[in-house]
């Protein structure tokens, strides 16, 4: 077996200046080919390569100065690109508020409207949609997620054979998710919500991986936004425009929230099935439906301590046949509401007249 | 391996290498791209579908109707067309009116028949419109419970009145009095799949076919409750003779 | 300082030397690395929606590999145990080559790690804020990187000696060389509980998962160095005792029948107990709701596998065609079953019950073809410098080919 060390000498009379052309033919053509590969870095966005966002610090790192430095940028950019000044700020959590969700299981109907306004709240992307919340239609007698429907298109919801539950980020208090992130790009504020700084994540999407209501979404490709439906009410930790690459999710409409209203998704159920509050405040909301109602969490094994709570409260008839028709044998037998009271119905003429004819 | 060859196999790969190089670099440049983007149309949301507004607009307080460019209240009309006499005459007027309230199926178990422009309780006593929740009340007293404590019904405006105005809306700014149940909606549009569209093709039947875990009797009952019952009144028919 | 610029001077120019066929591989490997490079640069300008992953299946094929690749490189430690613990003398000047594989197979690793982030401009980010010791990944960060580091100064420091033509001072490498066995346990140890500790994912959240990859790392690792020794022997003239091979081979042979057996016992578990947690494992290996795009290649990998360990267990395997082929079988079998086996299908279905199946698309396949080229192309310079030196054909004193007298050796192919 030929050794090709073993015949140093066998070129050496070889070494022809059409050897060395060949070479440097060789060479070049090498080169031409690497050149030509990285040629669509072209097209890379110089917007994310600037210094100033190389060098700009992790969050909780930031002093005062540099964090309005970096909100003043980070407008400058949302201008730039969506030609509306954003009112950009950070909103700190506020003293003494734990943020929680309730969500009645038995008034949802389906209607998807909550995620739509979490869209347009928060600037999520349009084009490849991204959303937060995903409803799924879950048949009577089950709540098993792994026959539920995700892509339920109906004529008319809800339909009496499902219920629905929509999910999104648990806020948990034993997130999964926080832990395992390399660099601590997202964390639980004091105010109980999970948040990330889109400007540290790396992408790695390991967070995702772990969180066992798959409430976090990745931006695989450069998120797009209408420039005219852009909600330039943001802040740095909730719903500035993200860039593509990085993960986003739920944060219980932070530049809401903590400026004192009600999340997007709640405001707009046209059923009330949305309940927020602050935990820790005997009277709001949620902490009076956990008092008096009968709440689950979504996959309780997984111990992780969800801030975002299932309940049925009275039954709440909207299934088939739930209303006695007119008709019905029990109009027949004359069982009206007013017989219940009889001195109210003493007190109205006619009423002796008994059942209907 | 025979050492005659090498040099003129050397000679032809040194040869072929650069030309291999440039094709290599054309093929980077204007090659066909590989990966079609797959990027669904984005969904139709009408604004209008994301109103925060309340469902229904309520009647005042008397309620009002214009007849013939005159404001009319209910008593107006029902001074003359006196309901107390005749409780369960023809609806005249109101036989648009559609009433599916369960078994409160009386026009007079919620108006006040004496005073057509109020509501009635119980013990006959009078509730303005204004006041509607408390005719409400009457029957659904857990639900107003709840309601006073801000936990049924849609609400807007501050999580805290500390923070803000809270608006709570009224029972009827979202339930017909006459048929309370909320009407059917039109879902707004679902994703068009994973976010990338890269779902595999379903198999035919569908991806979630509730009738794989027949086993669970939970879900029989609710799918087949013929089937339990059928079996109920054969083993009945079976006990009698 | 001087002497040791030279020594790299010279391995840069060793590394264009050589006979046609090696030219030939060597431009075959630089244009499909160049493919991925290409590829690569696509995914950084669109994003990461060139590949087939999205939110459901959130990790694919670049992750696959690198779990796969993180049990070849810790399988380096199957030829150092042997030569370091036992004294063995036929594998002693081998040992050299499992390290170089163990380089080539970490930088793979980091590669793949690499492209699979959205964000590769702030990798810098693990250095001002890490998440450690809660997050495995910075965990796996350090140990993947330490033993990159371990490998090569083991590798470096013998080859370095080897070419000053002094005799390597013990205290420089024997205490590396056991760290480094230690090390190599971890580091795929680590990658399994990158897995494991995951809740919210059954499939992955069971501790067999860390002994099943130690086993299949130690099957499929020393299986690719039988390979790889048998093709050093046959053209670069190293020479390799066929008593090495076999012991090698018994190496492989007792670590498959492990593997084997912890996937049955895995396989009891889930499908005995019978438990909505048993949904990936379903469609692994039988399809969910329709739903089967894995099993084929799940019972590929069984096949193969159990095709292997029988061929190992009869005697014809003295022979080493027979061998080669258990090698080959096993090493392509526990591709399929560590990588598309055991990262794919624990996000399917998702937390959420859906059903999404995940196929590489094209761009994606072409930059793990370009990655396992390039890995490919460092392990060939490497053993294509190391052969010389340690034979002593490139020392300090009699140069044979480097020296920029001779450059133009570049051609004589």
Not at chain 2, 49 to 72: E, H, K, Q
Not at chain 3, 235 to 256: C, E, K, P, Q, Y
């Amino acid at each position: 077996m030929k050794n090709p060390d073993s015949t140093p000498a066998a070129g050496g009379p070889q070494i022809t200046r059409r050897s060395v052309l060949r070479g440097a033919l060789n060479t070049a053509g090498g080169l031409a080919a690497f050149a030509a590969a990285v040629s669509p870095l072209r097209d890379l966005d110089r917007d994310e390569l600037t210094l100033e966002r190389f060098l700009q610090k992790h969050y909780k790192e930031m002093t005062p100065d540099e964090k309005d430095r970096a909100l003043q940028r980070i407008a400058a950019e949302v201008e730039r690109r969506y030609a509306a000044r954003p009112e950009l700020r950070d909103l700190p959590a506020m003293d003494g508020v734990e943020f929680a969700y309730a969500l009645n299981l038995g008034r949802c109907i389906g209607c998807r409207r909550c995620v739509h306004a979490c869209v347009a709240e928060n600037n999520q992307s349009r084009d490849p949609e991204v959303q937060y919340i995903r409803v799924l239609e879950l048949p009577r007698g089950s709540v098993d997620v792994e026959r539920a429907d995700h892509y339920y298109d109906r004529p008319a919801v809800p339909d009496p054979d499902h219920f629905y539950m929509p999910v999104q980020c648990h806020q948990c208090a034993n997130p999964p998710c926080v832990k395992v992130c390399p660099v601590e790009a997202t964390w639980q504020e004091p105010d109980g919500v999970t948040v990330i700084d889109y400007d540290w994540c790396i992408g790695c999407r390991y967070c995702e991986a772990a969180c066992p209501y798959f409430a976090r979404r990745f931006n695989f490709a450069e998120p797009s936004v209408p420039r005219e439906k852009l909600n330039t009410d943001m802040t740095y930790l909730s719903n500035r425009p993200r860039r593509k690459g990085v993960m986003e999710k739920c944060h219980f409409c932070l530049q809401r929230t903590r400026a004192g209203r009600m999340p997007a998704c709640l405001e707009v159920c046209p059923v009330g099935a949305r309940n927020f509050g602050n935990l820790l405040d005997p009277d709001s909301q949620v902490a009076q439906i956990l008092k008096t109602k009968h709440v689950l969490v979504l996959k309780q094994e997984a111990n992780t301590l969800p801030r975002f709570f299932y309940y049925f409260d009275e039954d709440f008839p909207r299934n088939r046949g739930s209303a006695p028709a007119r008709g019905s044998e029990a109009h027949r037998k004359g069982l009206s509401l007013t017989v219940l009271n009889p001195q109210a119905a003493q007190s109205l003429p006619g009423r002796g007249r008994g059942g209907p004819a | 391996m025979s050492t005659a060859q090498p040099s003129t196999r050397g000679a032809w790969v040194a040869a072929l290498m650069g030309p291999a190089f440039a094709s290599l670099a054309a093929w980077f440049i204007w090659g066909p791209a590989l990966t079609r983007l797959p990027v669904g149309k984005p969904a139709v949301v009408p604004d209008a579908a994301l109103s925060t507004a309340a469902r229904r607009t309520t009647v005042g307080d008397p309620p009002t109707i214009l007849i013939n460019n005159f404001r009319r209240t209910c008593t107006d009309c029902h001074r003359i067309f006196d309901v107390a006499a005749r409780p369960e005459g023809d609806r005249l007027q109101h036989a648009h009116v559609k009433l599916e309230h369960g078994i409160n199926d009386r026009c007079q178990n919620c108006h006040n028949y004496r005073n057509m422009n109020e509501l009635v309780l119980y013990d006959g006593g009078a509730v303005t419109y204004s006041e509607a929740p408390r005719l409400c009340q009457k029957c659904h007293g857990l639900i107003f419970e709840d309601w006073e404590r801000g936990i049924h019904g849609r609400v807007s405006g501050a999580w805290t009145s500390e923070l803000g105005p809270v608006q709570r809306l009224r029972c009827i700014e979202c339930h017909d009095p006459h048929q309370p149940r909320h009407p059917a909606m039109d879902p707004l549009q679902p994703l068009p799949g994973p976010a990338t569209l890269r779902m595999g093709t379903p198999p035919a039947g569908g991806a979630h076919a509730p009738e794989l875990r027949e086993g669970d009797p939970l879900r029989r009952a609710l799918l087949h409750p013929q089937l339990s019952g059928n079996n109920r009144t054969e083993r009945a028919q079976h006990e009698k003779p | 300082m001087k002497t040791y610029l030279t020594f790299l001077w010279r391995c840069f120019r060793m590394s264009f030397n050589g006979d046609w066929r090696y030219h030939t591989w060597m431009f075959v490997l630089t244009a499909i690395a160049l493919l991925g490079l290409n590829a690569y640069c696509r995914q950084l300008v669109h994003g990461l929606v060139m590949t087939g992953m999205t939110d459901q299946v959130s990790w694919g094929m670049y992750i696959a590999n690198f779990t796969f690749l993180v049990g070849m490189a810790a399988a380096a430690v199957m030829l150092v145990i042997p030569v370091y613990v036992y004294r063995n003398r036929d594998l002693h000047d081998l040992v050299i080559f499992g390290e170089l594989l163990a380089v080539a197979a970490i930088i793979m690793c980091l590669l793949f790690v690499l492209v699979d982030l959205g964000r590769p401009d702030r990798f810098m980010h693990i250095f001002w804020r890490f998440n450690f010791p809660i997050s495995m990944l910075s965990w796996d960060v350090i140990v993947l990187n330490g033993y990159l580091l371990l490998n090569l100064h083991i590798c470096g420091y013998l080859i370095y000696c080897a070419y000053r033509r002094v005799p390597p001072s013990q205290y420089f490498y024997v205490p590396f060389v056991f760290i480094a066995i230690a090390w190599a346990i971890s580091i795929h140890t680590v990658t399994a509980f990158l897995y494991v500790g995951l809740g919210g994912r059954p499939f992955w959240n069971t501790a067999i998962i860390a002994p099943r990859f130690l086993a299949s790392a130690f099957a499929a690792g020393p299986a690719l160095i039988i390979l790889t020794l048998q093709i050093i022997r046959r053209f670069a003239g190293v020479h390799v005792a066929d008593r090495s091979l076999l012991l090698l081979r018994n190496i492989v042979t007792v670590a498959l029948t492990i593997n084997m057996f912890l996937l049955v016992c895995e396989l009891f578990t889930e499908f005995y107990t019978d438990s909505a947690h048993v949904a990936s494992t379903v469609y692994l290996y039988f399809g969910l709701h329709g739903y089967a795009a894995l099993v084929p290649w799940i019972w590929t990998a069984v096949a193969l596998n159990t095709a292997a360990l029988v061929i190992l267990y009869l005697p014809l395997t003295r022979s080493l065609q027979s061998l080669n082929a258990a090698c080959l079988l096993m090493i392509v079998g526990i591709w399929i079953e560590k990588g598309m086996g055991l990262i794919v299908p624990a996000f399917i279905p998702s937390p959420l019950g859906e059903i999404v199946e995940y196929s590489p698309t094209a761009n994606e396949t072409l930059i793990c073809l370009g990655i396992w080229a390039f890995g490919l192309l460092l392990y060939t310079i490497m053993v294509r410098i190391t052969v010389p030196v340690l034979s002593g054909q490139l020392t300090i004193n009699a140069d044979s080919g480097g020296s920029p007298a001779r450059a133009p050796h570049l051609e004589e192919v």
